[in-house]
């Protein structure tokens, strides 16, 4: 049956967030951090695998300091951080392969439990900039051919929130792990009605 065309679709970005940056996918995100590893950036790789294992906002995540990810030589499995825009705490895993990564950048550069995790290379005493960080994250994404304009710092907040929502379908368990107050803001951060509609409609393409 011929299907007819209407003029008037919605339009793609109706029921996301304006200006909302899409999440990477698991590909993307091994690229990312192969092409770092073989670099030798070794405090990008750190900053990176930190950013999609924490799902911190930029400003939260540039502030932290070694203590609050590590114990003497020991880097936590786990960690809390009280969050800049809401004052709620936040905990998050950080998985092994993420704890070798801090492992190295930190015995790199000798840092101690009070220096930041993230120095300015600029100015002693200060940790990078969130718009250093913005720009750190465009120079990754250039890496592996993504269009950095269409990408931004939430989309390494978003990854992995993304991730377990798609294998889990737990808005509760996500809402937790971002630090939301109320489970209608992870419902919109998520996109979720209109990426499960999207979802849907691939399924039961003929």
């Given at each position: 049956m011929p299907t007819t065309h209407s003029h008037h679709h919605a339009p793609w970005n109706k029921?996301?967030?304006i200006g909302q940056k899409p999440p990477l996918k698991?590909?993307?995100i091994w690229s990312i951090r192969v092409r770092l590893e073989i670099a030798?950036?070794?405090?990008?790789?750190?900053?990176?695998?930190?950013?999609?294992?924490?799902?911190?906002?930029?400003?939260?995540?540039?502030?932290?300091?070694?203590?609050?990810?590590?114990?003497?030589?020991?880097?936590?499995?786990?960690a809390l951080v009280i969050q800049q825009k809401t004052k709620r705490p936040v905990q998050f895993e950080i998985?092994?392969?993420t704890q070798e990564s801090l492992l190295r950048w930190i015995g790199n550069k000798h840092l101690s439990g009070q220096s930041y995790l993230f120095p300015s290379r600029s100015k002693p005493d200060a940790?990078?900039?969130?718009?250093?960080?913005?720009?750190?994250?465009?120079?990754?994404?250039?890496?592996?051919?993504?269009l950095p304009e269409d990408y931004g710092t939430?989309?390494?907040?978003?990854?992995?929130?993304?991730?377990?929502?798609?294998?889990?379908?737990n808005l509760r368990a996500v809402q937790l792990l971002l630090g939301h107050s109320k489970l209608e803001s992870t419902v919109r951060y998520l996109g979720i009605e209109v990426d499960d509609a999207l979802e849907i409609a691939e399924q039961t393409e003929v």
């Open positions: 029921g996301k967030l698991l590909q993307e030798h950036r070794h405090r990008d790789l750190a900053l990176f695998n930190l950013a999609i294992d924490s799902k911190l906002r930029s400003c939260d995540l540039v502030k932290l300091k070694v203590q609050d990810i590590a114990h003497g030589a020991r880097i936590l499995k786990r998985t092994p392969q940790h990078i900039s969130t718009r250093q960080y913005a720009r750190v994250v465009k120079s990754w994404l250039s890496l592996i051919g993504l939430h989309s390494l907040r978003r990854t992995k929130a993304t991730l377990i929502y798609k294998r889990t379908k």
